[in-house]
């Protein structure tokens, strides 16, 4: 067993055991108490070209224009010879999980998810996140930051500084990119503290 699946393993047992003791369950909020946002439409699985490496797939486009997604819930996007279909996803959890949410594990694969986060003001953040494998984020069209790692997911495994965020509505477009095994990704706007940005808010509609 690799070490990436004994982590995967180590991680399942512990929320099985915090959902025991009362913890770890789902969270009704679009962004939670640590800043992480719950709430994404997901599009997914798109298959990596026969022939693609994952870690270099991070920087092809799947789909046309990825930056400027701006989906609804139940939108259906011709994505090679498939049709796919923009679904809510609520996570469980500070990561979404596509393989929970598709009902399969899928290997070699896309997953793009989107959220729409409103600011109360104009302001600059950080963005951190972290993904299981690689992934690429981009925040109103423009790319902010990527990783082409093969890892586990957790908190705050990259952090992308001076982030713009408008007053109003701004689009998060999160590509993850699955090698094998477990696909999650994760993501949060924090101060300067590393705290939550204080009067955040997401939805599922621009």
Same mark, same amino acid.
């Given at each position: 067993?690799?070490?990436?699946?004994?982590?995967?393993?180590?991680?399942?047992? #512990?929320?099985?055991?915090?959902?025991?003791?009362?913890?770890?369950?789902?969270?009704?909020?679009?962004?939670?108490?640590?800043?992480?946002?719950?709430?994404?439409?997901?599009?997914?699985?798109?298959?990596?070209?026969?022939?693609?490496?994952?870690?270099?797939?991070v920087d092809k486009?799947?789909?046309?224009?990825?930056?400027? *997604?701006?989906?609804?819930?139940?939108?259906?996007?011709?994505?090679?010879?498939?049709? *796919?279909?923009?679904?809510?996803?609520?996570?469980e959890d500070y990561?979404?999980?596509?393989?929970?949410?598709?009902?399969?594990?899928?290997?070699?694969?896309?997953?793009?998810?989107?959220?729409?986060?409103?600011?109360?003001?104009?302001?600059?953040?950080?963005?951190?996140?972290?993904?299981?494998?690689?992934?690429?984020?981009?925040?109103?069209?423009?790319?902010?930051?990527?990783? #082409?790692?093969?890892? #586990?997911?957790?908190?705050?495994?990259?952090?992308?500084?001076?982030?713009?965020?408008?007053?109003?509505?701004?689009?998060?477009?999160?590509?993850?990119?699955?090698?094998?095994?477990?696909?999650?990704g994760a993501a949060?706007?924090?101060?300067?503290?590393?705290?939550?940005?204080?009067?955040?808010?997401?939805?599922?509609?621009?």
């Amino acid at each position: 067993m690799s070490a990436k699946q004994l982590f995967g393993v180590a991680a399942a047992c #512990a929320v099985a055991v915090a959902g025991v003791a009362g913890f770890g369950r789902a969270d009704d909020k679009p962004i939670d108490d640590e800043g992480f946002i719950r709430t994404w439409l997901i599009l997914a699985p798109i298959p990596l070209a026969e022939g693609d490496n994952p870690g270099e797939a991070v920087d092809k486009e799947q789909v046309k224009d990825e930056g400027k *997604l701006s989906p609804k819930d139940g939108e259906k996007v011709k994505v090679g010879e498939k049709e *796919l279909e923009w679904k809510k996803l609520t996570a469980e959890d500070y990561f979404f999980d596509v393989n929970k949410h598709i009902g399969s594990d899928t290997d070699r694969s896309t997953a793009y998810a989107v959220a729409y986060v409103v600011a109360p003001d104009d302001l600059t953040a950080s963005l951190k996140i972290g993904s299981d494998d690689g992934c690429k984020v981009y925040v109103n069209g423009k790319e902010v930051g990527k990783s #082409a790692d093969d890892r #586990a997911v957790d908190k705050d495994q990259n952090t992308f500084e001076n982030v713009a965020l408008k007053k109003g509505v701004n689009v998060v477009v999160f590509k993850v990119i699955n090698n094998g095994g477990e696909w999650k990704g994760a993501a949060r706007f924090a101060d300067k503290d590393g705290k939550p940005v204080a009067g955040l808010k997401a939805q599922l509609t621009k």
